[in-house]
C-alpha cells in the first residue's frame, strides 16, 4: 500500500529545517522526512489484533509537529518512540481482517481508535498500575512488549497509522461506533476526548469564569464542552485566528479575545472578572483577582506567561497543549501560587458516577444531548494531496482550517 | 535628626554593570566597593501611625532572598519589581527587642522581645476593607503590596520605609509582632521565618504517611521542610539531595530517611530508579527518567535543572512545589503534561491550618516548639556582627569551607 512515512533520516531533518526557514513545504518536498511511498501490507503483530480499514484519519497537532520538525531534541518522549512512523491516530473506519484470537470484534465492525499501545495490546497479561486504572495514555511499558516503542499509533514503528488506508491495532483498541454516529461525527472522539478528560478531572467551581487559552481543535472542543456540562459557568476564549472566533462564539464562549497583544488580553481579562491591573515597572501587567482555572490549549511559553497573569491567587492552569518548552517569566506562580497542572491525552474517565471510556461518553453526549461538534470539520483530503492538506495547517489563517482530515474511499 | 547604621541595597545602573562584570573575577565585588550594597549611617525610621512600635533587631538571619538580591540574581522581567520600594533595607529574618511603643499598641512593652512577621499586608498598611486574601487569613498573597499607608513592599526587607534587620532600628506594626517566651533562645527565634516557609510549603503538599517524597536542596529551606514534615506528625519517606556534607548530616538529623550526594543527572537517576525498582528510559539528548517515583517533590533550589529533575523523578499525578522567589528559568516540560503533575509555587506564609486548628504559622510553630515536636538542633546559626557583613556574606558563597545553614547577624 501507498503511505505518508517519516523517517528519522537526521541529513534529510536537517536540510528541511534549514530550506523550512524560506517555505513550509521543504517538510513536504525532495528532501523532506517526509515521504509518500510504498510500503508493505499491514502485519498483525499478534493474533488478538485486527486490521480497520480507514475512513478517516484527522491531523492532530502531534503529527503537525513531527512533520514540521517542531519540538526540541530534550524532550524526554522521545525515548518512547521508534522509527519510522506512519502517523495518524484519529481513526475512524471498518474492521476490515481480525487475527485468528479475536473474540470481541468482527470483521465489517465500524470503530474508532482508542490509540494507547498500553499493556494490553503489548501482550502483557499483567497491566501496570495505570492501565489496571484504565488510564491507559500513562501506562508504565511503552517501550515494552510485543510491538517496538511508542506511546499510540503513529509513534511505534510497527503500529502504523491513519496516514495509511489500513491500520493495524489490538482489539481493545477498537470502541465500535454507534448507530446514528456519522464517521464525521466519529472521527472527533479522539481530540474530544482531550478536552473531556482535562475538564473532568479539572472541573471547573459552579459559577467561576473559566478562560480557553487558544481556539484550535482542542480549545474549540473545551468551549463545547464547559457550555454543555458546565451551563453557568462563563467562558472566555482567547482566539488567533478570525475563523476560530466564529467557533468559539458558536460553542458557547460569551466573550473571545484576539492572541495578542498580551496586554489587551490582561486587560479584558481584568474587565470581565472585575479585577485590577497592576502593572508593574518590569515585564507584563498582572491581575489582583482574575480567574480560578485556565484550559490552555497552547501550552507555549507565551501562554503560560500570559495565563500566569490573568489568573486569581492560588488558580489552576491546566494545560493540554504541547508547547516546546521555553523561558517564561513565572514569577506569579509563587507570587500568587498558582498551579500549573498537566492532563495528558484521556481513557477512562468518572462521568455521572459512572467509569467509562471517554470515546464512549462522547458518543453518548452525541446521541442524547444532541452536542455536535463536526463545525470544527474544515477541510478533507485524498492522502495523494498530502501537501495541500499540511499546507492548509500551517497557515490557518489564510486556509481557515481547523481540523483536516485525511478522507479515504468508503 | 537620629540616625543609624544599616546595610541596604540601593540600585544604580552603572554600579550594576560595574559589579556584574567584576564579579565574573571575584564574588567579592558584590559587597564591595562599586557595588549596590551600602553600608553607612542613615535616618532612623520614624513610626508610621501609633499602632506601630520601634524595634532593635537582636538577631536577623540573612535569607537566600536577600543574598539573590545582593548577587544580582533577578531579571529585568520580574513583576515583583513593582513590590518593592527603593533603597531596600534588607533582613526580614528578625528577632528583636521593643524600644517604643505608639499609643495603640496593647499588650507589648518596651523591653520585649519578639519575633517579626515581616509581610506588609493589608493590616500594617490601613487599608480596609481587607482584600479577598487578606480576609481568608492568607496574608502573604496580599493585594495590596504597592497601596495603602507604606510605599511598595512585599515586606520588611524589600522597601525605603520601615528599615530592616540589617539596620539598627526598624519599625513593625503591632499585628507583625509576636512575643517570645523566656525559654526561646533567639537562636531559635530567627528561625521562625525559614521554618514557617517550610512549614506552609510541606502543608501544601497534603503529605500521606505513605507518600514518598524528594526535597532538592538541604539548605536552610530543605531541611525546613524536612524538620516540618516531622513535627506534623508525617511519617512519609524523605529522600533529599545534599551538596555538601554537612548538609547531609543535618537533613538526616532533620528526619530525612535516605539523602544523596548532589552527583551527575544520571547517577541520581539511575540510583533512584533502582530504589523504585523501575526501569529507567533514556536516549541520546534526553536527561533520564522513570515511570512512577515521588508523590511529592519539592524544589527549593529552583534551576532550571533541578525543576526539570523534580518533574522526571515524580510519578504521575504526582506534586511538584517550587518554594521560595526563584528567578525564571527555562525548564523541559514535557514530563509535567505527560506525567499530568501539578506544579504549584509556595512563598512564605500566614494563617495555617494545623491538627485541624487555623492559626498564625508563628504561634502554630510556638506550639510545635513547647510540644517538643522539632529539635532545632540540627539548625546552628552563624552569626557575625553587622560591620562584618562582608565576612557574613562571604561564608555563604563558601558554604563548603564554613558550613553555615543559617547566618545572621547579631547586634548588642
Known amino acids: 500500500m501507498k503511505a505518508l512515512v517519516v523517517d528519522l533520516d537526521i541529513p534529510r531533518i536537517v536540510v528541511s529545517k534549514i530550506l523550512g526557514f524560506f517555505s513550509p513545504r521543504a517538510y513536504l518536498g525532495r528532501w523532506a522526512a517526509l515521504r509518500y511511498r510504498d510500503v508493505p501490507d499491514v502485519e498483525l503483530p499478534a493474533d488478538d489484533w485486527v486490521v480497520i480499514k480507514v475512513r478517516y484519519c484527522g491531523i492532530c497537532g502531534s503529527d503537525y509537529n513531527q512533520v514540521f520538525a517542531v519540538g526540541n531534541w530534550d524532550n524526554p518522549m522521545t525515548s518512547l518512540i521508534s522509527f519510522p512512523q506512519i502517523l495518524g491516530h484519529e481513526v475512524v473506519g471498518t474492521i476490515d481482517r481480525v487475527g485468528p484470537a479475536v473474540k470481541g470484534r468482527r470483521v465489517g465492525e465500524r470503530v474508532v481508535l482508542n490509540?494507547?499501545?498500553?499493556?494490553?495490546?503489548?501482550?502483557?497479561?499483567?497491566?501496570?498500575?495505570?492501565?489496571?486504572?484504565?488510564?491507559?495514555?500513562?501506562?508504565?511499558?511503552?517501550?515494552?512488549?510485543?510491538?517496538?516503542?511508542?506511546?499510540?499509533?503513529?509513534?511505534?514503528?510497527?503500529?502504523?497509522?491513519?496516514?495509511?488506508?489500513?491500520?493495524?491495532?489490538?482489539?481493545?483498541?477498537c470502541i465500535p461506533v454507534p448507530e446514528g454516529i456519522s464517521d464525521e461525527q466519529a472521527v472527533l472522539a479522539d481530540p474530544f476526548s482531550v478536552s473531556l478528560h482535562a475538564i473532568l478531572n479539572f472541573p471547573p467551581g459552579p459559577r467561576d469564569i473559566v478562560v480557553v487559552y487558544g481556539c484550535g481543535t482542542l480549545g474549540l472542543l473545551a468551549v463545547a464542552i464547559l457550555k454543555e456540562l458546565y451551563p453557568e459557568v462563563r467562558i472566555v476564549a482567547v482566539y488567533r485566528y478570525e475563523h476560530q472566533k466564529a467557533l468559539a462564539e458558536r460553542f458557547g464562549a460569551s466573550e473571545t479575545i484576539p492572541w495578542r497583544p498580551a496586554r489587551a488580553i490582561i486587560a479584558r481579562i481584568a474587565e470581565c472578572a472585575g479585577a485590577d491591573v497592576l502593572v508593574p515597572k518590569a515585564g507584563k501587567p498582572m491581575l489582583n483577582g482574575g480567574v480560578q482555572t485556565i484550559y490552555d490549549s497552547v501550552g507555549t511559553a507565551e501562554s503560560m506567561e500570559v495565563g500566569l497573569r490573568i489568573c486569581d491567587y492560588r488558580a489552576r492552569i491546566v494545560v493540554t497543549g504541547v508547547g516546546t518548552p521555553k523561558r517564561f517569566e513565572w514569577t506569579p506562580l509563587y507570587f500568587k501560587e498558582v498551579s500549573i497542572i498537566g492532563s495528558n491525552a484521556f481513557g477512562m474517565e468518572d462521568f455521572q458516577g459512572e467509569r467509562k471510556h471517554a470515546m464512549e461518553i462522547y458518543f453518548d453526549m452525541v446521541r442524547h444531548r444532541a452536542v455536535d461538534v463536526t463545525p470544527i470539520l474544515t477541510h478533507r483530503f485524498g492522502i495523494e494531496h498530502y501537501e495541500d492538506a499540511f499546507l492548509a495547517c500551517w497557515d490557518q489563517g489564510k486556509s481557515g482550517a481547523v481540523k483536516v482530515l485525511f478522507e479515504y474511499p468508503g | 535628626m537620629r540616625t543609624m547604621k544599616a546595610l541596604y541595597f540601593k540600585p544604580d545602573l552603572h554600579r550594576a554593570i560595574a559589579t556584574k562584570l567584576l564579579s565574573r573575577f571575584d564574588k567579592a565585588a558584590y559587597w564591595g566597593k562599586a557595588s549596590l550594597l551600602r553600608f553607612g549611617e542613615v535616618p532612623r525610621p520614624a513610626l508610621p501611625s501609633p499602632e506601630w512600635a520601634m524595634l532593635k533587631p537582636r538577631l536577623s538571619g540573612i535569607c537566600g532572598s536577600d543574598l539573590a538580591a545582593i548577587t544580582l540574581k533577578g531579571s529585568l522581567d520580574n513583576p515583583i519589581s513593582s513590590f518593592v520600594s527603593l533603597p531596600m533595607f534588607l533582613g526580614h529574618e528578625i528577632v528583636a527587642e521593643i524600644v517604643e511603643t505608639g499609643e495603640a499598641v496593647e499588650g507589648l512593652c518596651p523591653g520585649q522581645r519578639v519575633a517579626v512577621y515581616p509581610i506588609l499586608y493589608c493590616v500594617p498598611r490601613a487599608i480596609s476593607p481587607l482584600c479577598p486574601s487578606c480576609q481568608a487569613g492568607e496574608f502573604h498573597l496580599c493585594w495590596n503590596f504597592a497601596e495603602g499607608a507604606l510605599p511598595p513592599g512585599q515586606c520588611i526587607g524589600v522597601n525605603n520605609r520601615t528599615g530592616g534587620g540589617f539596620s539598627e532600628y526598624l519599625v513593625a506594626h503591632k499585628s507583625q509582632l509576636f512575643p517570645l517566651p523566656d525559654w526561646m533562645p533567639d537562636a531559635h527565634a530567627v528561625l521562625f521565618d525559614p521554618l514557617c516557609v517550610g512549614l506552609h510549603a510541606a502543608l501544601m503538599a497534603r503529605l500521606a504517611d505513605s507518600d514518598t517524597v524528594l526535597v532538592v536542596g538541604s539548605g536552610i529551606i530543605?531541611?525546613?521542610?524536612?524538620?516540618?514534615?516531622?513535627?506534623?506528625?508525617?511519617?512519609?519517606?524523605?529522600?533529599?539531595?545534599?551538596?555538601?556534607?554537612?548538609?547531609?548530616?543535618?537533613?538526616?538529623?532533620?528526619?530525612?530517611?535516605?539523602?544523596?550526594?548532589?552527583?551527575?543527572?544520571?547517577?541520581?537517576?539511575?540510583?533512584?530508579?533502582?530504589?523504585?525498582?523501575?526501569?529507567?528510559?533514556?536516549?541520546?539528548?534526553?536527561?533520564?527518567?522513570?515511570?512512577?517515583?515521588?508523590?511529592?517533590?519539592?524544589?527549593?533550589?529552583?534551576?532550571?535543572?533541578?525543576?526539570?529533575?523534580?518533574?522526571?523523578?515524580?510519578?504521575?499525578?504526582?506534586?511538584?512545589?517550587?518554594?521560595?522567589?526563584?528567578?525564571?528559568?527555562?525548564?523541559?516540560?514535557?514530563l509535567l503534561y505527560w506525567k499530568e503533575i501539578r506544579l504549584a509555587g509556595s512563598i512564605s506564609y500566614a494563617m495555617e491550618t494545623i491538627d485541624g486548628a487555623r492559626m498564625h504559622a508563628f504561634d502554630a510553630l510556638m506550639h510545635l516548639l513547647r510540644d517538643g515536636r522539632v529539635d532545632l538542633g540540627p539548625l546552628s546559626v552563624q552569626t557575625y556582627p553587622l560591620e562584618e557583613y562582608r565576612k557574613a556574606l562571604d561564608s555563604l558563597l563558601h558554604k563548603g569551607r564554613d558550613q553555615p545553614v543559617k547566618v545572621a547577624f547579631e547586634f548588642r
Open chain 1, 115 to 173: 490509540p494507547w499501545l498500553s499493556c494490553g495490546p503489548r501482550g502483557f497479561e499483567e497491566l501496570c498500575p495505570s492501565c489496571r486504572a484504565g488510564n491507559f495514555s500513562r501506562c508504565y511499558n511503552f517501550h515494552k512488549g510485543i510491538i517496538p516503542p511508542g506511546i499510540h499509533t503513529g509513534n511505534s514503528s510497527k503500529a502504523t497509522g491513519g496516514f495509511a488506508p489500513f491500520v493495524p491495532a489490538h482489539e481493545s483498541m
Open chain 2, 222 to 334: 530543605g531541611l525546613s521542610i524536612i524538620l516540618m514534615i516531622r513535627a506534623l506528625g508525617k511519617k512519609s519517606r524523605i529522600y533529599a539531595i545534599a551538596r555538601y556534607d554537612f548538609q547531609r548530616e543535618r537533613a538526616l538529623r532533620c528526619g530525612a530517611d535516605t539523602v544523596l550526594a548532589e552527583a551527575s543527572d544520571a547517577m541520581l537517576s539511575a540510583e533512584l530508579a533502582r530504589e523504585f525498582g523501575t526501569r529507567l528510559y533514556r536516549s541520546r539528548f534526553v536527561k533520564p527518567f522513570f515511570m512512577g517515583g515521588f508523590d511529592a517533590a519539592f524544589d527549593c533550589v529552583g534551576s532550571g535543572a533541578t525543576l526539570h529533575q523534580c518533574i522526571r523523578w515524580t510519578r504521575h499525578r504526582g506534586r511538584v512545589i517550587l518554594v521560595g522567589a526563584s528567578p525564571s528559568r527555562r525548564f523541559e516540560w514535557s
